[in-house]
Structure formats: C-alpha cells, structure tokens
C-alpha cells in the first residue's frame, strides 16, 4: 500500500483504519546513530523539549472515503531527525485538527508557545497521535482531537456539535485529518476563555488564542497546510459537515 492518496486536495472521509504496528518503524531502526546526535543537537538548542512517544506513518492510502493506514510507536526525537530527512524516508506522518467554529462561525486557532518546535506558528489546537490515542489498535481521531485540545486551551470539545465527517488534506510534510467542532459561544468568548487558562499554566504550550473571521484574514505565522482549511470553511463547503 506505502503512501497511495492525492495531494494538496481536500478529501472527505467515512472511516479510518488507521492501526498502530507493534514492531518498530524501519525509519528508526535504520537511523539510531543520527537519530541520537540530532536529538544531542536538538535539545542543546531547545532544552525544553521532551523525548516523549508519537507515532509515525509506514503506510497510507485513500480509497472509496476511507483512510486506510499503518503507524508505529516512535520517540520524538526520531520525529525530529523524520522531519530533517522525511523525502524518500518510507515514513510519513498524520495528525488530527478539531477545526474549532464558534457560535458566529469564527475559527479559533492558537499560536504556539515560544519554548515549542512550532514556536509562533498559528493551526489549530492539535499534537500528533500517541499510543493513549489508539482503541484495540485502531487510532480515534475524535478522542485525540478532543484530547490535545483540551490540554492547550482548557476547553472541552466532548460534548461540541460535530461534523458528519472527518476530512483529510495530505501534503508532502504530512497529512491533517480535521474535523469541525461547532460551539454555541462566539469567538472573543472563546478567546477569553482559553486566555485565561493559559494565564493559570506554568508552562503553557501555546502563546495564545487566534480568531479568524474570514478566508482573508491570515494571521501572521499561519501554517502553510491551514490556508486551504481556513478558505474551505469561509466557502460554506459542505455546510452539514
């Protein structure tokens, strides 16, 4: 299967049948060595990140509405050297937006915090697929989603309205599997709410709230992959979803 889906097009999605391999990545088997002096390298430059556990991609396809793939288990710092060496790897990785709407159907994005790999840069609240993220196997995007939410901004999304479906863009550094999350509050609501819980934080990952409240309002940092997901939304596609 390896990585079999069209690119930079938005794509709805009925199922995923994404499961977690309990065998090692080949990627990381194959780049120990680099893999531990990039992280020395890392870590000199940024001591505040940690070498915790995510998952990355061995293969990916699309097929009648469905995600179909397979992930394994890997340290962050083989994230980090993927991310250096990620053309022609055999690896790819995926990660899940709760495309936040509020009551005035505003988008609430965050920027990330300045001790963060993504320091200053603007997407939705969102982290990459960990192992607590899997069910018999089989990743949930929703309870990731709701999850890493929930750990940025305080909010929970648990009982927000959802979109019918999952939809997926896949670039060349990664694919984004969103979904939107429908409120009552409207945005500056939204936006005190989640700046009042950082304020509470020690080490908040995120600087703060964005509202976004049309496709040409693109805040500065924004996130290449986020433009194609900001203008889908303002375009009323699929209005239902």
Partial sequence: MSFDLPRNVILPVDAIDVRLDPGPHPFALSNAEAIAENWRQETAANPALFDGTVVLLSELAYRDNRLFGR???????????????????????AYAHAMLVAGDNALVAIRMGPHTVNAGRVYFAAGSFEPIDFRDGLVDADFNMIREVSEETGLDLS?????????????????????????????????????????????????????????????????????????????GTDKVS
């Fill in 159 to 235: 009982t927000a309205e959802r979109g019918r479906r999952w939809y997926a863009l896949s670039r060349e550094t990664g694919t984004v599997i969103f979904r939107r999350y429908r409120v009552a509050e409207p945005a500056d609501e939204l936006a005190r709410r989640i700046s009042a819980f950082v304020a509470t934080e020690a080490e908040p990952e995120i600087e703060g709230p964005v509202i976004i409240r049309d496709a040409t309002d693109l805040p500065d940092g924004l996130m290449p992959h986020m433009k194609s997901l900001i203008e889908w939304h303002f375009a």
């Fill in 71 to 93: 992930c394994h288990a890997v340290k962050f710092s083989t994230f980090m050297l993927w991310r250096k060496r990620r053309e022609n790897s055999g690896a790819e990785h």
